[in-house]
């Protein structure tokens, strides 16, 4: 009996630990188009996305080298990248396939970065995390 329990247990980790993490092509790449880096602007904020080396689909559709935007406003990407991303008002998803969105931002300095991910809001592996970029938002 005694050894039946390890023998469970370690039939059983594989599956808890199994993250299904979509592959993304080596050169693929997310990147905000704008605002530049260092931008002076006026709210609401236009902010167009960038893709390259994937495509666009909505949340929930499954096609190969696909997914879908999000945007993460004044916050550090999730430790955890195996797993689906919340969606708050730090983390907005564009799960219609948007690729661009206005912002209604208080003045003040702001940090916007684009992650990409799959169908289940799962980012790639590895991931597409765009550079950080942070504008200051005129009165
Ligand atoms: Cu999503």
Known sequence: MRKLVPALLLALV???????????????????????????????VHVQFGLKGMGIAPAGVKFDNTGHHHLLIDTDPPADLGAPLPATEHIVHFGKGQTETTLNLAPGKHTLQLLFADLNHVPHNPPLLSDKITITVLP
């Open 14 to 44: 594989p599956l808890a630990v199994a993250q299904e993490r979509t592959p993304s092509p080596a050169a693929a790449e997310a990147y905000i188009i704008a605002p530049a880096n260092g931008a002076r602007v006026h709210s609401p």
